[in-house]
């Protein structure tokens, strides 16, 4: 599978974004999406996920209110929107797919992703 994940950019604070992560070459209906974050000298982290099918996502404690993950299976693509933006937001981007075919559960840590795209910046002002 290969993910290209666009729509980061420049925002000033309280403002809004929405990403988007293309799939191609594989079943991207099939398998758990993630969208994680990763800022100079941090470990990247979770922001959100959800399942195959749609029904059943999870959110980080930091955005939860604020950002929702969703999909449309039919133009295999996953989607970020991001509200009421934060500087604390600020960081490259990546949506992760799991090989894992009908997960019962949505991962939530990194290595449980096999697939990632190339990440996109979001800057967020004050």
């Known amino acids: 599978v290969q993910l290209q994940a666009s729509g980061g950019g420049l925002v000033q604070a309280g403002g809004s974004l929405r990403l988007s992560c293309a799939a191609s070459?594989?079943?991207?209906?099939?398998?758990?999406m993630g969208w994680f974050r990763q800022c100079p000298g941090k470990e990247r982290e979770l922001v959100a996920a959800?399942?195959?099918?749609?029904?059943?996502?999870v959110y980080s404690d930091s955005v939860k209110g604020r950002f929702t993950v969703s999909r449309d299976n039919a133009k295999n693509t996953g989607f970020l929107q991001m509200n009421r933006l934060i500087p604390e937001d600020t960081a490259v981007y990546y949506c992760a797919v799991d090989a894992a075919l009908f997960a019962p559960r949505v991962p939530t840590l990194s290595y449980a992703y096999d697939y990632w795209g190339q990440g996109t910046q979001v800057t967020v002002s004050s």
């Open positions: 959800i399942s195959w099918s749609g029904g059943s996502t």
């Open positions: 070459g594989g079943t991207f209906s099939l398998h758990a």
